[in-house]
């Protein structure tokens, strides 16, 4: 069932706290960041042998960042939009 079907329904019988909801989807959306840069840091990893250094996990961080920040907009769009 889509979020907004589930949060329509449990509207029904209390009120949803857009706020509260909004900043629980954005700190889900951070975790599976930060969850997907570490499993590209722990592949580059097993693949070289050495551990990658602060400007390779910089760019990790951006590049994630910048292909995630899309996927959180979507995300936001589905729970907001009715």
């Known amino acids: ?3 907004g079907a589930q949060i329509a329904a449990r509207s029904v019988h209390e009120p ?3 706020s ?3 900043v629980l989807v954005l700190l889900t959306q951070v975790v599976y960041w930060l969850a997907h840069v570490y499993a590209e840091m722990v592949g580059r990893r097993v693949e070289t042998g050495r551990r ?3 400007p390779a996990v910089q760019h990790l961080l951006l590049h994630v960042a910048a292909s995630a920040g899309i996927g959180a907009g979507l995300v936001l769009l589905e729970v907001l939009v009715p």
């Open 1 to 3: 069932m889509p979020a």
């Open 16 to 18: 949803v706290d857009v």
């Open 52 to 54: 990658p250094g602060w």
């Open 20 to 22: 509260r909801l909004v």
